[in-house]
């Protein structure tokens, strides 16, 4: 199973950008899939969860702004990053516990990555 996370890039304070986080592999189910973030010096918090019936929630830093979506037939995920802050530049990761075919149990994969910077 791959997590190929992509749409990071330089953006203006108050502008926009859209993440994806596709999943591959000998996927059966997907459960929950997160975006995380990580800045330099700071520890990886997580910014928003959805389910696989698509319940959303957001950590209060970025309530409002961002929006997390999921197509589950193509096993992708997006946020939405509006309204962007100095303080949201970061590495974004997305997340997800995955079942296999042929697996026995719930394991959690994480993308590689996609960075965000953000200028004033």
């Known amino acids: 199973v791959q997590l190929q996370a992509s749409g990071g890039g330089l953006v203006q304070a108050g502008g926009s950008l859209r993440l994806s986080c596709a999943a591959s592999g000998s996927i059966f189910a997907i459960k929950d899939i997160n975006w995380y973030r990580q800045a330099p010096g700071k520890e990886r918090e997580l910014v928003a969860t959805?389910?696989?019936?698509?319940?959303?929630n957001y950590a209060d830093s970025v309530k409002g702004r961002f929006t997390i979506s999921r197509d589950n037939a193509k096993n992708t995920v997006w946020l939405q990053m509006n309204s962007l802050e100095l303080e949201d530049a970061a590495v974004y990761y997305c997340?997800?516990?995955?079942?296999?075919?042929?697996?026995?149990?719930?394991?959690?994969?994480w993308g590689q990555g996609t960075l965000v910077t953000v200028s004033s």
């Open positions: 997340n997800a516990d995955v079942f296999t075919y042929g697996g026995s149990r719930w394991e959690a994969y």
């Open positions: 959805i389910s696989n019936g698509g319940r959303a």
